[in-house]
Nanobody
Framework: QVQLVESGGGLVQAGGSLRLSCAAS????????MGWYRQAPGKQRELVAA???????NYADSVKGRFTISRANAKNTVYLQMNSLKPEDTAVYYC????????????WGQGTQVTVSS
């Protein structure tokens, strides 16, 4: 079994920064893509940023230039550095990982709340 544990969410003023972390543990052979999604109240979950095993990244247009995704493969961990935060970034942020363990399947974290006050 594999678990993803997120940390780093919280309350911040507009213009501030937060860094989210997500660590995968359990029976893991390797991890392909990892990503961050978010879901605001009344809205669908959306992709924020993703990173492949080779380090290629892609971002939602709304966060380009403000957010940076990175990963530490030796630690099975993915990070999301969020700068210049806006109230519209307020959401629950979820980590996702495409894991090769006993089989291959995607896993989700439990979510961490990010609230940006104006």
């Amino acid at each position: 079994q594999v678990q993803l544990v997120e940390s780093g969410g919280g309350l911040v003023q507009a213009g501030g920064s937060l860094r989210l972390s997500c660590a995968a543990s359990g029976t893991i052979f390797s991890i392909n893509a990892m990503g961050w999604y978010r879901q605001a109240p009344g809205k669908q979950r959306e992709l924020v940023a993703a990173i492949t095993g080779g380090g290629s990244t892609n971002y939602a247009d709304s966060v380009k230039g403000r957010f940076t995704i990175s990963r530490a493969n030796a630690k099975n961990t993915v990070y999301l550095q969020m700068n210049s935060l806006k109230p519209e970034d307020t959401a629950v942020y979820y980590c996702n990982a495409d894991v090769y363990g006993l089989g291959r399947r995607p896993y989700w974290g439990q979510g961490t709340q990010v609230t940006v006050s104006s």
